[in-house]
């Protein structure tokens, strides 16, 4: 199956502190949004955090991730990130999408639409 892919991020601050990106994996697509918070110190890095742990998932993924697994991740990294000072804060949502599947997570919960 063909797909094609576009990302608008696009903030009413001069520096947007949100990121998007689309995966290719061995699976199929990660779909990754964090929206860093503004206003405070360490927004983008954090969305910046979240975005480059969930490319290294990507890459160590033979198959879709089920929605736990997802949000998992997500805690994981949360707790990761916490330890450094690399961030501040960051909402994200990640969505795993294969053949006949769908799954994904935010750091605020569950978002399955189809799952093992």
């Known amino acids: 199956m063909s797909w094609q892919t576009a990302i608008a991020v696009d903030s009413y601050r001069v520096n947007s502190e949100d990121r998007a990106a689309v995966l290719s994996t061995p699976f199929g ?3 990754i ?5 503004g206003g405070r110190s360490g927004g983008a890095a954090a969305a910046d955090f979240i975005l480059r742990e969930t490319k290294a998932l990507g890459m160590r993924l ?20 916490s330890g450094t000072n690399e961030g501040g ?5 990640v969505i795993a999408i294969a053949d006949l599947y769908i799954s994904g997570a935010a750091n605020r919960g569950l978002v399955s639409v189809v799952d093992r």
């Not at 949004?33 to 918070?37: E, S």
């Not at 997802?70 to 990761?80: K, W």
């Not at 804060?89 to 949502?93: N, P």
Request: aromatic content about 10%.
């Open 89 to 93: 804060e960051t909402t994200a949502m």
């Open 33 to 37: 949004v964090a929206d860093g918070v």
């Open 62 to 81: 033979d198959c879709a991730p089920s929605s736990r697994e997802l949000a998992q991740f997500l805690f994981t990294t949360d707790n990761e990130m």
């Open 29 to 31: 697509f990660l779909l």
